[in-house]
């Protein structure tokens, strides 16, 4: 099993930046994806941003611009970094892996990292 440590939330006020680490540690073969959603009260969690192992990304629209996601493999870390921070992306950020281990792709979660922006 793939443990996740996400932390880098905090309190900001519009227009700040913050910048979200997720660290991955345990048993398996291979890291596929690694992303970033958030969830607010009384909504769905929304995905943010994805990074393949190749490399290859995605942003949901309202974000595209303002983050960037990016991994050190030899840290087995994903980072999202947040810049120009508006009140709507206040959240409760979680950290998601999918990975390989014992011929079956799984999925594992961090425990969320609070991200609250001021107007």
């Known amino acids: 099993q793939v443990r996740l440590v996400d932390s880098g939330g905090g309190l900001v006020q519009a227009g700040g930046s913050l910048r979200l680490s997720c660290a991955a540690s345990?048993?398996?073969?291979?890291?596929?994806?690694m992303a970033w959603y958030r969830q607010t009260p009384g909504k769905q969690r929304e995905l943010v941003a994805v990074?393949?192992?190749?490399?290859?990304?995605y942003y949901v629209d309202s974000v595209k611009g303002r983050f960037t996601i990016s991994r050190d493999n030899a840290k087995n870390t994903v980072y999202l970094q947040m810049n120009s921070l508006k009140p709507e992306d206040t959240a409760v950020y979680y950290c998601?892996?999918?990975?390989?281990?014992?011929?079956?792709?799984?999925?594992?979660w961090g425990q969320g990292t609070q991200v609250t922006v001021s107007s």
């Open positions: 998601n892996v999918n990975y390989t281990w014992e011929n079956r792709n799984r999925d594992s």
């Open positions: 345990g048993s398996f073969f291979a890291i596929n994806t």
């Open positions: 990074i393949s192992s190749a490399g290859s990304i």
